[in-house]
């Protein structure tokens, strides 16, 4: 064996002990985020539900949040609730949620313990991505395994990418963290594959383009679909509570954490509205190196087919926001059905269909 390939060898299983080591550290932001929803005080979260629209009538009255009461300088001053809106016209106007923390120091203190580990384990992980592309001497997208290990670490970058621009995306975290350890379980386990060098049709300098873009919209599309998800939860629990209803205990302390349904939907609406101009080039870049691959620009290959598809469904999305009457949870679906046509296309063509894109293995 040649020096450089022992150095090659070398740097991949560094890459593979960065990998499993981001885990770990995954995990233990785990249970810190589950440890701030857990710790976090239960006493403060009702004051979302309090500022929720009442019903008309003399039940709004009632349902009413109730005014403070404090004395300045001899003199009684009655001030009105804080109430923050995030709805458009027409829709409940109530007030973002305090947070996994539930507004308490305690339980910030574990999300900020959280976040810290998260950059740990974004950093290890990159880290091991850096290695494997340096073990190998190209971009570290030549199968399965390297395209998971990328993705995730895009998604995550993305994520603190967002909290460094002090977004309020906090509550994206337990979820993050955990599908990025399903993620990279199922990358280690059952898509693992030793570093090579690649095949003739991806040794091209599009590689760089076409699948760098590639992941990271998916990446987006995943904190859009994460953003669509809790919106249906909790547009569900403020319609229950706008009705007179009454949620479980559970329910009322994890949804009033939640930022307002209306600012859920329009963040999940912004990031995928905001990324999908790119997955249309990521298309174009696809036909274009089919071209210089494979002589043709479009051949009707299961890869290509549901591209469009994912393409034609968020198209379908964005349409449906500006049109009347499709709004809010019809549009969620629809966003949802999009991504979901992204995961098959991500996982299910690779591994279950016959394709020109199946050449890489898993």
């Known amino acids: 064996m040649t020096l450089a390939a022992a150095t090659n060898e070398g740097l991949a299983e560094i890459s593979n002990y960065l990998i499993y080591s981001s885990m770990a550290v995954y995990t233990l932001a785990f249970f810190a985020h589950m440890a701030e929803w857990l710790f976090g005080s239960r006493s403060k979260v009702a004051r979302t539900a309090a500022a929720l629209t009442a019903p008309k009538g003399a039940a709004a009255t ?18 009105k609730p804080k109430v923050v809106t995030r709805a458009a016209a027409g ?23 959280a976040v ?49 621009a002090k977004k309020n995306v906090r509550w994206a975290g337990l979820p993050l963290v955990t599908t990025v350890l399903l993620d990279l379980g199922f990358a280690v386990t059952v ?13 091209s300098y599009w590689l760089w383009i076409h699948v760098s873009t590639a992941i990271f919209c998916g990446a ?10 809790l919106y249906l939860f909790r547009d569900s629990y403020e319609a229950k509570l706008a009705r007179g209803d009454k949620p479980g205990k559970f329910a009322t302390s994890v949804m009033e954490r939640l930022p307002a349904a209306a600012t859920l939907d329009k963040f999940a609406y912004r990031v995928n509205a905001a990324v999908f101009p790119l997955w249309t080039f990521t298309i174009i870049a696809g036909a274009i190196w089919a071209g210089d691959a494979w002589g043709r620009y479009w051949g009707w290959d299961a890869k290509e087919v549901w ?13 449906a926001r500006a049109t009347a009457g499709w709004k809010g949870r019809k549009a969620a679906y629809i966003a949802l059905v999009a991504f979901l046509c992204f995961l098959w296309n991500y996982y299910g063509v690779n591994m279950f269909v016959n394709s020109l894109h199946s050449y890489a293995g898993v």
């Open 307 to 319: 591209s469009f598809i994912t393409w034609v469904a968020y198209a379908a999305y964005l349409h």
């Open 220 to 229: 987006v599309f995943y904190l859009g679909a994460v953003g669509s998800i």
């Open 62 to 79: 009632a349902a009413a949040p109730a005014v403070s009461v404090r004395t300045a300088g001899g003199t009684t001053v009655l001030d």
């Open 191 to 203: 898509l693992y594959t030793e570093s090579d060098q690649l095949v003739p049709a991806l040794d």
């Open 91 to 113: 829709t409940r106007d109530v007030p973002d949620g305090p947070g996994a923390h539930g507004g308490t120091e305690k339980g910030d203190l574990y999300g900020r313990i």
């Open 116 to 164: 810290s580990l998260t950059v740990l384990a974004f950093l290890l992980e990159a880290a091991g991505v850096v290695a494997r592309a340096v073990s190998v001497q190209r971009a570290p997208w030549g199968n399965m395994y390297e395209f998971s290990t990328t993705f995730s670490t895009v998604v995550v970058g993305v994520y603190l990418a967002l909290l460094l």
